[in-house]
């Protein structure tokens, strides 16, 4: 949970930077990006976790990147690499969801595993570095 305020807390921060550097106003931005001003405040000040969606309509209305908006910069060549796989695994997503229920819930165990495998790899190579 507290990565994820702490993630909550950078885009709100990200968000406010990009606003101050257009000498804008929460309440043009919010009509910009078509939320209520209540809502884009919430966010700007780290009350709430802003939905995706809206932090694709900042990065639009910014004309930056929503790597910028996250994170605060732009994306590297390997960072690029991973995306171009993300739309790849989204692709296969929708395909996904052609597919029965047990077939989507097989998947999700895959995925699971995967999870947990890297996760361990993770610790293991925390374990090796403090030896």
Do not use: W
């Amino acid at each position: 949970m507290e990565e994820t305020g702490h993630l909550v807390q950078n885009i709100a921060k990200n968000i406010r930077a990009l606003r101050m550097s257009k000498r804008l106003t929460q309440k043009e931005v919010a009509k910009a990006i078509g939320i209520h001003l209540s809502q884009y405040a919430r966010i700007e000040n780290a009350k709430i976790h802003a939905p995706v969606v809206t932090i694709v309509q900042i990065a639009e209305f910014f004309n930056v990147s929503v790597s910028m908006v996250v994170v605060g910069k732009e994306m590297t060549s390997k960072t690029k690499a991973l995306s171009s796989k993300k739309k790849s695994l989204e692709e296969k997503f929708k395909e996904l969801e052609k597919s029965t229920k047990k077939d989507v819930q097989i998947a999700c165990e895959m995925m699971e595993l995967l999870i947990i495998k890297d996760k361990l790899r993770g610790l293991e190579d925390e374990t090796d570095t403090s030896e």
